[in-house]
């Protein structure tokens, strides 16, 4: 069973919707032996389910010293219950509560089982001592209550119960504050005729020879519970022989994450390190599951937008990237480093921000060095003389649905990619307005200019349409309207317009030297409309040293 703790809780099948309290009722009266075992907070509860139990036992001396306070009522009573909202709600199976001696009067303990019932708990056991209690094994002979209040106390608590199977266990001390078998007897009969659901017989000797011998006397009047934190050695089948519905382990998980955390925590203050930790400890992978990540992972995928997710992107990065010398001796520039990180590694960062999944990446120079994980590698073997078209049609397979296109060697500040993703239109291209302010001219310098529908301008709004006309690397500077940044979006029908126009191109003999302003411009030519996203800044490339420094600034 590999449930989450923020599953909901179901019945089980064939049955109708059943509630917690039901389980932990049928599981008192059934004449199986059932065991309860303790959990402190929403973790443990979740691993006790996991493990195959039945029932939780909140303790009160786990919750307290995992509080880091004594077993004492240092808690107050509603600082348990918030503990114990968390404990329901991680899990699906039936919690009972230790109530201590119902903090208060039989006042406090209507309230406590109000709140019980409404938080979805199954039920809660009472102690037949004073407030503020001290832990059972802790001195001697404690004082116990008064037998009409206490009777009072389990009345008042059965009468509050809204859920009809809530289960109230009365728990009797006279063994452990030395009163003796007779005693024990004499409470547990009028707490069980007050409308107690079970007796909770406990004792602190190291053998259950006092357990058992109630046992005897007590015959079959109500359900016993037993605790055998102190008679540990005594084997499981004498309960089940004497009868016992139900065994607490009451405080192993609190004892259990001592040991462990008292072990780990030493060692790496001693050493210093993590070395010889990891394999010894859960992973965090464990930890994110224990939570209910891939539930929430899950939830987020049906309710949060998610503007990229069935889009793929193509990333043409098949170039060197001469202009970087020596640095792209061994490596084609998109994996230059930037600040620690190779850039297209960043740029599939973003992509996968924006809920990219399927990225492919055309590679050509030095393709071996592109070894990043989570891609899909197209290589376009003959780089070295060809263009950009040809590296896109390599990756034709993926010009099917919603797409993106990308030149390996840019960064954009993410928005530029939401914006675009949700932008409208079959083919859109994204271009800098701010065109002038990027323009450096030299040798091998190339930008790849466009003339629009209209001008960005002061008064532009992102609603307003502008269309391509022509894009090109020669345009004369009254004809730019900005500079195509190597980013643009495919709808289905995008792809599919691309896709047969990449085939004509194939077809005319044209496709091994085009680039992508060649297909856009073949695009427009036909008819179709491509268009424009203006941004201003907020991305740039790198071609050169020059470019680089940018870049690292720019992070
Ligand atoms: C608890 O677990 O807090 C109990 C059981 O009350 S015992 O500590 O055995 O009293
Ligand atoms: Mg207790």
Redesign the pocket.
């Known amino acids: 069973m590999t449930l989450s703790l923020r599953e909901p809780a179901r019945p089980e099948s064939g049955q109708g919707p059943r509630s917690k309290a039901a389980a932990l009722k049928s599981a008192l009266l059934s004449p199986e032996l059932a065991f309860l075992m303790?959990a402190h907070n929403g973790l443990s509860a979740r691993i006790v389910e996991e493990s195959g139990f039945k029932g939780i036992?909140a303790?009160?001396?786990?919750m307290?010293a995992a509080l880091g306070v004594r077993?004492n009522n240092e808690a107050s009573w509603t600082q348990v219950l918030e503990v114990l909202e968390f404990m329901a709600d991680a899990t699906t199976i039936p919690i009972l509560v230790?109530g201590?001696t119902g903090y208060g009067n039989f006042n406090n303990v209507r309230r406590l089982v109000k709140k019980l019932c409404q938080r979805g708990i199954a039920g809660v056991c009472i102690?037949d001592k004073l407030f503020p209690k001290t832990?059972?094994?802790i001195g001697d002979g404690q004082p116990l209550a008064d037998i009409d209040e206490f009777c009072g106390k389990i009345k008042a608590g059965k009468d509050s119960q809204s859920d009809p199977d809530f289960c109230l266990v009365a728990?009797v001390e006279a063994l452990i504050s030395g009163w003796g078998l007779d005693e024990a007897l004499r409470r547990a009969d009028a707490y069980h005729r007050a409308g107690a659901d079970g007796i909770l017989i406990?004792s602190k000797r190291s053998t259950a020879d006092e357990i058992f011998a109630f046992c005897k006397e007590w015959g079959n009047r109500c359900p016993v519970v037993i605790?055998p934190?102190m008679y540990h050695a005594t084997p499981t089948e004498r309960y089940r022989a004497a009868g016992i519905s139900c065994v607490?382990w009451?405080?192993h998980n609190v004892r259990a994450a001592i040991t462990a955390m008292r072990e780990v925590s030493r060692k790496i203050a001693a050493s210093e390190t993590l070395v010889g930790v990891e394999g010894g400890i859960a992973s965090v992978k464990d930890v994110f599951e224990l939570s209910g990540n891939p539930e929430l992972a899950e939830a987020e995928r049906r309710y949060l937008p998610q503007p990229g997710s069935d889009t793929a992107a193509v990333v043409l990065a098949a170039s060197r990237g001469a202009a970087l010398g020596e640095l792209t001796a061994d490596r084609p520039k998109c994996m230059i480093d930037v600040r620690g990180q190779p850039l297209l590694r960043r740029q599939i960062s973003t992509l996968k921000d924006s809920g990219i999944r399927q990225v492919s990446v055309v590679v050509g120079y030095r393709k071996e060095a592109v070894d990043l994980p989570s891609i899909e590698l197209v290589p376009n073997d003959a780089y070295a003389s060809t263009g950009e078209c040809a590296s896109l049609a390599l990756a034709e397979k993926r010009l099917v649905g919603p797409c993106l296109i990308t030149y390996g060697d840019i960064l954009f500040r993410r928005y530029i990619l939401d914006r675009l993703l949700e932008a409208d239109g079959d083919i859109v291209v994204v271009a800098d307005a701010l065109w002038r302010e990027r323009r450096r001219i030299g040798p091998g310098m190339v930008h790849d200019h466009i003339t629009c529908s209209r001008p960005f301008s002061a008064g532009y709004l992102d609603e307003d349409t502008v269309d391509l006309v022509r894009a090109a690397s020669d345009l004369p500077d009254a004809a730019i309207h900005g500079e195509w940044v190597g980013l643009a979006k495919l709808s289905a029908e995008g792809a599919a317009l691309a896709r047969h126009e990449l085939a004509a191109m194939r077809a005319d003999g044209t496709l091994g030297a085009a680039n992508m302003p060649d297909l856009f411009n073949r695009l427009v030519a036909g008819g179709h409309r491509v268009r424009v996203q203006y941004i201003t800044g907020h991305w740039l490339d790198v071609d050169d040293a020059f470019d680089l420094a940018k870049a690292r600034n720019f992070l």
């Open positions: 303790e036992w303790s009160g001396l786990s307290s077993d230790d201590d102690e832990n059972s094994f728990r406990h605790v934190t607490i009451a405080n």
